[in-house]
């Protein structure tokens, strides 16, 4: 294989998710680990992953996926004390 050849397959494609979304007259709302610390700052980056990963898993579309999820699961997942809880 020639150093070209291996350049090309390295090459990463860029997508604009909203507009292959759009093509598709689809819809996506993205939620961050970030978000999930907005709930939860005592997270780290990967608790907050963990919490939205099995929010993702869990999550009835009847209710949808909101603040209150996140924190049931970040509260499930990774129990505060009791110390924390009173802040």
Known sequence: MTTTTNR????????????????????AIIWSASDVQSV?????????????????????????FSWTHIESVADELFPQSMNNQDE
Request: proline share 2%.
């Open 8 to 27: 090309r397959r390295l090459r990463r494609k860029t997508i604009d998710i909203h507009a292959e979304l759009a093509r598709r007259r689809q819809v």
């Open 40 to 64: 939860r700052p005592d997270l780290t980056d990967d608790q907050a992953w963990e919490v939205l990963q099995e929010c993702e898993r869990c999550h009835d579309c009847e209710f949808g």
